[in-house]
């Protein structure tokens, strides 16, 4: 039997490499899944319970292995809930395939059945989009979608009507109008000119107050970050990608920085003299220095992302590790145990000291950043952590140190509700043998993160170590947006838009054969945790946790003061509680410890 188009398809994408397909079927992919079964190839087909979900597992999969992810849909509505997964890579500038099904070519434009112009639908979020028209097109289509998904981290999409997946395979011929596609990629190496280093290195050095910000692009350039540090006796923020780049038990590592970041990180880009920003498309450009306070020195692999945030003096187009390798001779040692570098590390340890009296401060019942504190000591080695969007999203930047060897990501740029579960099945796949930790509120949970669970009580028995655990924070609020309407709009919180509904989710992993837990005393948080991580099944951990804690930023602007104010004479219902925690939080670090 002569190969379909399915078959040669399918072989092609084994010849890039792929190994991990995550989808849903449909009809619109038939002749796909019967390709895929009957084929003998190293492909793992991960049956999600919603294209969406799909999508974010491709994508973290791609961040937690750095190959690319790929997610499989029918057409009509599959392929269109493939998209929000879609801009998830797309924002984190992550290499990823959708496949997705077509109806008949013969309809395509009767506005038949589940038809749609899926070309215009990809075509903002795919750098290469295309709609197989014949057999001889998949060949090249295929080799252009992954050599452009890799070679440029960005999405690509292809589109296969469904008649054409069953037709015999012809490659392409001799003659005019055909083209001969190959395969492979290899990644080159990216150095700017010597000319060009030494015009970065003379700025960095005539720099009396460095500050380093990383992000994702720096995740494998660790030691080559801190040599740099050390040199120039700079401090390091980290942007939310790149959490895991440096170690936080380092002295001068600020930890994250922006809404969600530290007070050390804020205070080191407002006193700095000289910035040096490593692979990192920080959004918030107020947390930077002042425009003309600072000059600046960018490296980033990505040409359009260099001087986007701060108008850099030496925009460098390059690799991190490889860049930073190349730049390190040329720079000066600074006198070691200087004021500038002291002052840092003293602001650092002060603030993990405030960030410990936050976390074990009162609350009704549990305060929510008890939860990530507890966990921080806890986290075994090797293990890799996912966070939703919202207020969890705070506490996994703020209170969580990571250690040489660990891996964390969330929905960065597009910041999603509903990935860190579905990131923390994709870990697990790429990773079976390391433990994985998701930390999701209860919104997220109700949104899709639930139903996502029955995807892990399907595949557990794969995994070599059983570790993976749902952290869900319960507090019966869509908490960041309260926090944001309060502060941001001056209005107090609005219960129709904002309390969701009570749900036992440990009862529902007891009911698909996981493990539950349920705290509500913050005494019990610690010994959950550990009941959590020796448990031989995956666990929901639920925590009742107090909405009314406040997710405070490192500063406060006059005109958040002002909203905040007006907002309290607007009768928000939980007025005297939110009072009483956001005073506990601002003064976590004075009030002695049985007033807390």
Not at 74 to 92: E, Q, R
Not at 96 to 105: C, T
Not at 438 to 463: C, F, P, S
Request: aromatic share 8%; hydrophobic share 45%.
């Amino acid at each position: 039997m002569a190969d379909s188009v399915a078959d040669f398809f399918w072989k092609r994408l084994a010849e890039w490499g792929v190994k991990t397909i995550f989808g849903y079927p449909g009809d619109g992919i038939n002749g796909l899944l019967g390709a895929l079964q009957r084929n003998d190839l190293p492909f793992e087909f991960i049956q999600v319970r919603h294209e969406e979900m799909a999508a974010f597992m491709a994508t973290a999969y791609a961040k937690f292995t750095g190959e690319v992810g790929v997610c499989l849909a029918t057409s009509g509505p599959g392929a269109t809930h493939l998209l929000t997964g879609m801009y998830d890579a797309y924002s984190d500038h992550v290499p990823l395939l959708a496949i997705a099904g077509q109806q008949a070519r013969n309809v395509n434009g009767a506005h038949y059945q589940q038809e749609l112009d899926l070309t215009s639908v990809y075509k903002d979020v795919a750098a290469y989009v295309q709609q197989a028209a014949s057999p001889a097109s998949v060949r090249h289509i295929v080799d252009r979608a992954m050599r452009i998904a890799k070679a440029e981290r960005k999405v690509a999409a292809i589109i296969l009507p469904n008649d054409l997946q069953d037709v015999p395979y012809e490659g392409p011929v001799r003659k005019h109008g055909n083209t001969f596609s190959g395969v492979g990629y290899t990644a080159p190496k990216v150095v700017p000119f010597d000319g060009d280093l030494r015009r970065a290195a003379d700025v960095l050095n005539a720099g009396q107050k460095v500050a380093i910000l990383v992000g994702a692009g720096a995740l494998h350039a660790t030691d080559e970050v801190i040599a740099v540090a050390n040199k120039l006796q700079a401090g390091v923020a980290k942007a939310l990608l790149g959490k895991a780049a440096l170690p936080d038990d380092l002295p001068f590592v600020t930890g994250t920085i922006g809404l969600l970041g530290s007070k050390p990180s804020s205070d080191m880009m407002a006193e700095c003299d000289t910035l040096l920003m490593v692979g990192s498309g920080f959004p918030w450009a107020e947390f930077l220095p002042e425009e003309g306070q600072a000059r600046g020195v960018q490296i980033d692999i990505a040409p359009e992302m260099l001087s986007l945030r701060y108008p850099m003096e030496v925009p460098l187009c390059g690799e991190a590790a490889e860049t930073l390798t190349a730049l390190l001779p040329l720079l000066d040692q600074k006198q070691e145990g200087g004021a500038w570098r002291t002052g840092i590390e003293k602001n650092v340890a002060s603030w993990w000291k405030e960030a410990e009296d936050r976390a074990m401060a009162k609350a009704n019942p549990v305060n929510p950043q008890r939860v990530t504190w507890e966990l921080s000591p806890r986290m075994p080695e090797r293990v890799i952590v996912t966070s939703d969007s919202g207020s969890c999203a705070n506490w996994y930047a703020r209170d969580l140190k990571m250690r040489r060897g660990q891996m964390c990501s969330l929905s960065g740029g597009l910041a999603s509700m509903g990935a860190a579960v579905p990131y923390a099945i994709a870990a697990k796949v790429a990773h079976p043998d390391r433990p994985v930790i998701a930390l999701v509120g209860d919104g997220a949970m109700q949104m899709n993160n639930m139903a996502e669970l029955i995807t892990v009580a399907k595949y557990m028995h794969r995994w070599s170590n059983k570790t993976w655990i749902c952290c869900v924070f319960n507090n019966e609020d869509l908490n960041q947006v309260t926090w944001e309407q309060r502060v941001m709009e001056g209005n107090p919180k609005f219960e129709a838009s904002q309390t969701i509904p009570n749900v036992p989710y440990h009862k529902f992993a007891e009911l698909i054969g996981l493990k539950g837990l349920y705290v509500d005393d913050p005494a019990q948080v610690g010994p959950a945790w550990d009941e959590a991580l020796a448990s031989p099944v995956p666990v929901v951990l639920e925590v009742k946790t107090d909405p009314e804690v406040p997710p405070l930023p490192p500063f406060f602007t006059l005109e958040q003061v002002k909203n905040f104010m007006s907002m309290l004479g607007k009768g928000d219902s939980k007025e005297r509680h939110l009072l009483a925690d956001t005073a506990r939080q601002v003064l976590s670090s004075v009030l002695p410890g049985d007033r807390k």
